[in-house]
């Protein structure tokens, strides 16, 4: 029972801040490659962010320098720390994991980020 719980998500105006949190049950978080992607309407899902089991992390070029991801897997979260937002940000957000050396992929049920003034 694998289950994976976004929250954080809101309405911000241009330039503001949101954490978004991904938390983690069923599962051993600290084995699991995570990932955050976002999904607009019309467009693709795309992936924003992605923190793999040994910390290493790697952004989409159009959040670099805004947006960060981090872990604690004592709590079995992952978290995506969100500055000057930009209204192309606005998107459902979803958390996706795997094991490192596993092939099942699990998604969370997703958070609205809507960036507007």
């Known amino acids: 029972q694998v289950q994976l719980v976004e929250s954080g998500g809101g309405l911000v105006q241009p330039g503001g801040s949101l954490r978004l949190s991904c938390a983690a049950s069923g599962i051993i978080f600290s084995i699991c490659d995570v990932g955050w992607y976002r999904q607009a309407p019309g467009k693709q899902r795309e992936l924003v962010a992605g923190i793999t089991s040994g910390g290493s992390t790697n952004l989409a070029e159009s959040v670099k320098g805004r947006f960060t991801i981090s872990r604690v897997n004592a709590k079995n979260t992952v978290y995506l720390q969100m500055n000057s937002l930009k209204p192309e940000d606005t998107a459902v957000y979803y958390c996706?994991?795997?094991?490192?050396?596993?092939?099942?992929?699990?998604w969370g049920q997703g958070t609205q980020v809507t960036v507007s003034s």
């Open positions: 996706n994991a795997h094991r490192s050396a596993g092939t099942l992929y699990y």
